[in-house]
């Protein structure tokens, strides 16, 4: 060895001494995976339905009936936590990755159970309690959307992830909780049992949201979650095994191409709900933007407190609700016309405005130091913002 690499080989260990002093002889970890023996059997387990699993799965279905029935969002996050359908669905991926017809088989009948019983026992809660409102926790989960597709997605990875490792298999349950499983099950149950008697709560209108047949199309809609969660975790914890090597590509290929193809599928009625979102976007930027490009005809002379996007007829229908400055109500379906216009421009397709408005008087009230007196301490009205 030279006397120049001598020098640079304890300059280099000198930096790890001072490197290890600072952070406590931190050095990365490269974790060995589980065992593919330990997989299989685990996986094999989880295809079958237990006592166990059916009472969790009971239990975390009556928290979340009861949690959705009441509004609850804790009482729903704490439904997820203990629901243990998420186990199952890794063991159909496990099969799936592995061409093994027996573990799929039996994964799938498991999880078909679980649909079953969570769907049945919210169905015969929402009866017995005969609630017909549907808050916003119900009405969240029948709206899903490309977003809800990538938790999904990005959920099953982890899930999947968190299997191989042991310091980190505790993970599977904040894997449960970011994904929603028993909820939307839940809430199919709960639409189901309600149908055209559903009510919206207070200041919605299931019209103005797209719904037209009340609890029904509330079920149909959480079933698309629940199948859009279901297919992406199978798509992604499938890939995570194979690429942990689980299972062989050749094996895991046409599987895997066939939940795919069920993605693409699903991504219709996503896409649908995810452009309402853009739409909705677009139209609070235009609130924004448009007082400060045409200052001479459109100011800020409406609070929004309410903005619902629907398609219906391939149009795009927004309605708004809100407060206006009582003196600005004289020209503003001028106003109106103008930002349609501008909508239409930004989404390129026709659109339907309404806005509900309720007129005010503004008042603007003044305090200022006695040299600032001759101002006045209160002003007349005005309406500002």
């Not at 970890?29 to 059997?41: C, G, K, V």
């Not at 387990?45 to 799965?57: R, Y």
């Not at 405005?353 to 002003?379: C, N, T």
Request: aromatic share 8%.
């Amino acid at each position: 060895m030279t006397r120049d690499k001598h020098i640079l080989l304890l300059f280099w260990r000198r930096i790890q001494v001072i490197f290890y002093r600072f952070t406590g002889d931190w050095q990365t970890n490269f974790e060995p995976r589980i065992s593919s023996e330990q997989i299989a059997t685990e996986m094999k387990a989880a295809s079958f339905p237990t006592i166990s699993f059916c009472a969790l799965l009971a239990l975390s279905c009556a928290i979340a009936t009861f949690g959705l029935l009441a509004n609850s969002a804790p009482a729903i996050i704490g439904a997820m936590i203990i629901a243990p359908l998420m186990t199952p669905i890794m063991g159909l991926s496990y099969g799936i990755v592995q061409a093994s017809w027996s573990q799929i088989m039996r994964s799938f009948i498991t999880i078909f159970l679980g649909v079953a019983v969570v769907i049945g026992i919210s169905f015969l809660i929402a009866r017995f309690v005969e609630i017909k409102i549907a808050g916003t926790e119900m009405l969240s989960r029948a709206f899903p959307s490309l977003l809800d597709l990538g938790v999904a997605m990005a959920s099953g990875a982890a899930g999947a992830y968190s299997l191989s490792r042991e310091s980190i298999r505790n993970s599977i349950a904040g894997v449960a909780i970011s994904v929603s499983l028993v909820p939307p099950l839940a809430v199919a149950g709960i639409g189901l049992a309600l149908g055209r008697k559903a009510t919206a709560d207070i200041g919605l209108s299931f019209k103005d949201i797209g719904l037209f047949s009340g609890g029904t199309d509330i079920a149909v809609g959480a079933i698309v979650l629940f199948l859009t969660n279901l297919v992406a975790i199978l798509v992604l914890a499938g890939i995570v095994m194979t690429l942990h090597g689980y299972a062989r590509w050749k094996r895991a290929f046409f599987g895997l191409t066939c939940a795919i193809v069920a993605s693409f599928i699903l991504m219709q009625p996503l896409n649908q709900h995810f452009k309402e979102l853009r739409v909705k976007s677009k139209v609070l930027r235009l609130v924004k933007t448009l007082p400060v490009s045409h200052p001479d005809i459109y100011e800020k002379s409406m609070r929004m407190e309410n903005l619902r996007v629907r398609t219906e007829n391939d149009v795009i229908h927004v309605r708004g609700e809100g407060t206006m400055a009582r003196d600005k109500v004289e020209g503003y379906p001028a106003r109106l016309e103008l930002f349609r216009h501008e909508l239409e421009k930004m989404v390129g397709e026709p659109v339907i405005i309404e806005v509900e408005a309720v007129p005010i008087d503004i008042l603007l009230f003044r305090s200022a130091p006695d040299s600032d007196k001759d101002q006045g301490a209160l002003s007349s009205p005005t309406t500002g913002e």
